[in-house]
């Protein structure tokens, strides 16, 4: 398992030759209420591959940050 700003990558950590890359959601006082991920064969995360997915994380990440400062106005 790695950490890398704000994200985590996980190898088979709870299943064989599963990884995933993860982000957590915090509300407004900085507590982790969420966290948004996604998973798939190991053979799909490999190195070259990871600043996609993890744009993709990143992406939705945003997205849903906005929706809950919308909500929480």
């Not at 507590?31 to 996609?52: C, F």
Request: proline share 3%; hydrophobic share 40%.
């Amino acid at each position: 398992m790695e950490t890398k700003s704000r994200f985590l990558l996980s190898h088979s950590e709870l299943e064989n030759y599963i990884s995933a890359v993860a982000a957590p959601i915090f509300n407004y006082n900085g507590s982790i209420i969420a966290g948004i991920s996604i998973a798939g064969l190991d053979v799909n995360y490999q190195k070259e591959m990871l600043p996609s997915l993890v744009e993709k994380v990143r992406v939705r990440h945003t997205r849903f940050h906005k929706s809950l400062d919308t909500l929480n106005k």
